[in-house]
């Protein structure tokens, strides 16, 4: 299999960070011409965004934790030649379940079906993880 493939899942979950980015960027605009935002508080105060801001930058803030071991990982598999069709199927479920994890956060927030997709990404990231040590300990 064609080891640049794991690129593709790496660089889909970079484009869900800079999809979160922009949607911060809009919520914002749309809070502060609604005059939802306590323009004095902003600069220190979270609480001083309304929840639907808080949802987003709650989100973007997740974006730099459990990925940045995807990312680690993608490049460790392409580097040693482990991608193969597993790990690339587990490295798009990877994403998918991510991608779904941003928009259940970012809109109804109910928390167990976001949780659903945090434990459900976990176990895959654990399981791609799994992948690197195998192909590692086969060098």
Same mark, same amino acid.
């Given at each position: 299999?064609?080891? =640049?493939?794991?690129?593709?899942?790496?660089?889909?979950?970079?484009? $869900?960070?800079?999809?979160?980015?922009?949607? $911060?960027?809009?919520? @914002?605009?749309?809070?502060?011409? %609604?005059?939802? +935002?306590?323009? +004095?508080?902003?600069?220190? =105060?979270?609480? %001083?965004?309304? #929840?639907? !801001?808080?949802? !987003?930058?709650?989100?973007?803030?997740?974006?730099? #934790?459990?990925?940045?071991?995807?990312?680690? &990982?993608? !490049?460790?598999?392409?580097? $040693?030649?482990?991608?193969?069709?597993?790990?690339? *199927?587990?490295?798009? &479920?990877?994403?998918?379940?991510?991608?779904? =994890? *941003? %928009?259940? =956060?970012?809109?109804?927030?109910?928390? @167990?079906?976001?949780?659903?997709?945090?434990?459900?990404?976990?176990?895959? $990231?654990?399981?791609?993880?799994?992948?690197?040590? @195998?192909? &590692?300990?086969?060098?």
């Amino acid at each position: 299999m064609d080891q =640049h493939l794991i690129l593709w899942p790496l660089l889909a979950q970079m484009f $869900l960070t800079l999809l979160m980015y922009g949607r $911060l960027a809009m919520v @914002k605009k749309r809070e502060f011409a %609604a005059g939802n +935002v306590d323009k +004095v508080k902003t600069a220190l =105060h979270e609480s %001083a965004w309304p #929840e639907s !801001v808080i949802k !987003v930058n709650n989100n973007l803030r997740n974006q730099f #934790e459990t990925p940045i071991l995807f990312y680690i &990982l993608c !490049v460790l598999l392409w580097a $040693l030649h482990g991608v193969d069709t597993a790990t690339m *199927a587990i490295a798009c &479920l990877y994403v998918v379940a991510r991608f779904a =994890h *941003a %928009a259940i =956060h970012t809109t109804s927030n109910i928390v @167990k079906y976001r949780f659903l997709m945090f434990i459900t990404s976990m176990l895959l $990231l654990t399981t791609l993880f799994g992948f690197a040590v @195998k192909t &590692l300990a086969a060098l």
